[in-house]
């Protein structure tokens, strides 16, 4: 594995990595988050009564515009032309949290970890500001990238031990 930093050039300024020379592959990436919330908030996203109107709903549509977003927000990111997100939300009763599960694809000559991994925190961000007026303690947490294949790096899977 090459550790070289490539944002860097050789005088040591920011720079945008040059992918031109790359081919086009498919690529997949796959990011988690979670959101805690009380058990009241929990039962009123459940029920619909969150009073800014359907939580996961509008948490979905901002983690997928988010995806789209995130060349303007990650300096050295290139803007993509996702090919698609799914964002996925999993209510653990027992952990009392919402479980955000963003998966961006693409074919292009880079990847789409830091697209996923925005999605995923945004989603999270949206359930935040539409429950705050009834839970002002919720904690977003365990923000990481899950798996991603393609590209020349291979395949990452968090779930597998490296040497």
Do not use: W
């Not at 592959?25 to 800014?52: D, F, Q």
């Not at 789409?112 to 359930?127: C, K, N, P, Q």
Request: charged share 30%; glycine share 6%.
């Amino acid at each position: 594995m090459d550790n070289k930093l490539t944002h860097f050039d050789n005088s040591g300024n920011a720079r945008m990595v040059d992918v031109s020379e790359k081919n086009k592959t498919e690529r997949v990436a796959i990011a988690v988050s979670r959101i805690k919330v009380s058990k009241e908030t929990l039962e009123l996203i459940r029920l619909g009564k969150i009073g800014k109107g359907d939580v996961l709903g509008v948490a979905r549509v901002a983690g997928i515009m988010a995806s789209k977003q995130t060349s303007n927000l990650i300096p050295m990111c290139h803007p993509l032309m996702i090919s698609s997100c799914n964002i996925d939300f999993e209510i653990n009763d027992k952990e009392c949290c919402i479980e955000i599960k963003s998966t961006v694809k693409i074919v292009d000559k880079t990847g789409v970890e830091m697209e996923a991994l925005t999605a995923a925190t945004v989603a999270a961000l949206t359930i935040y500001d539409m429950c705050k007026a009834v839970d002002k303690r919720m904690v977003i947490e365990g923000t990481h990238l899950l798996k991603k294949t393609g590209g020349k790096s291979g395949e990452f899977n968090f779930h597998e031990k490296t040497l």
